[in-house]
């Protein structure tokens, strides 16, 4: 993906190495609890519930077919551009497509563990976006498991995680996530739906010549990779489709070209 020349956005909150104060008290309750709080945040409490947290490492080279390291400096210049990147899209297709008021998310980067208006989280829940402070929370490590353990490479892949957090924000500003919540059901609709989304910011980054080829294929690997079924398959061996908060692989892949192809937000309707 070409994005050395967009620039930054201002809304980029670098916590990193700040840390916070470890999850304690309550033992099995408290991590059920803080699961619980994760999942209503648009999270995904699965990986907090089977793991102690993620490995630390690098990242993919920006624009790089190879696995080549990205310096700390690379990280947050990329997470940046990809930032305002989709902030400019949003901004226009929101008034454009359904005319409702538009602000600016902030992109919170942090290292191990963060404190939002969602509670006290770890990395182990991967991204995750709270609509109860407007922030996209972010630790790169997730980008280094996403290469080694899902198989899923790639700065486009990178970027299409961002664009899929983003996308929650989109859906709490047009009152969706006050209108679909309290069961699986309705958390697979909201995240196949910010897939969608985030397709919809492909379309635009596409049409701005910013991807190179295979850069597509890139997301769609990464949206397979997070798939429920994969997930489930991967870490327990077997799928409880009844258990599934975020669609099956084959479902996030369909949502994300829905949205790539149509770059229209009435078609994003997952709900229905």
């Not at 980029?12 to 991590?31: C, K, T």
């Not at 635009?204 to 429920?228: H, N």
């Amino acid at each position: 993906m070409r994005w050395s020349d967009i620039g930054e956005s201002s809304n980029v909150d670098d916590r990193r190495g700040v840390g916070g104060p470890m999850m304690i008290g309550g033992g099995g309750l408290g991590v059920l609890v803080l699961a619980l709080v994760i999942w209503l945040c648009g999270g995904d409490p699965s990986q907090l519930l089977q793991s102690g947290g993620p490995d630390t490492g690098s990242v993919p080279h920006p624009g790089a077919a190879s696995n080549r390291p990205m310096t700390e400096d690379q990280s947050r210049a990329f997470a940046g551009a990809i930032e305002k990147s989709l902030e400019d899209t949003w901004k226009q297709v929101l008034a454009q497509q359904v005319h409702v008021r538009y602000s600016d998310p902030t992109l919170v980067l942090f290292t191990g563990q963060v404190r939002s208006a969602c509670g006290f989280t770890t990395a182990a829940v991967g991204p995750f976006y709270c609509p109860g402070d407007q922030k996209l929370y972010l630790d790169f490590a997730f980008f280094n498991e996403l290469r080694q353990e899902f198989k899923a490479p790639g700065d486009f892949a990178q970027a299409y995680v961002i664009a899929h957090e983003f996308g929650h924000h989109i859906q709490n500003l047009t009152g969706t996530m006050n209108r679909l919540q309290g069961s699986n059901r309705a958390s697979v609709a909201l995240e196949l739906q910010a897939d969608c989304y985030a397709g919809i910011w492909g379309y635009y980054a596409q049409k701005q010549g910013r991807l190179d080829p295979g850069d597509t294929q890139e997301a769609l690997r990464a949206a397979s990779a997070v798939g429920d079924d994969t997930i489930q398959k991967r870490t327990q061996g077997y799928v409880v489709p009844d258990s599934f908060t975020h669609g099956s692989s084959q479902q996030r892949m369909q949502w994300f070209s829905r949205g790539f192809q149509s770059r229209n937000m009435s078609q994003c309707q997952t709900f229905k």
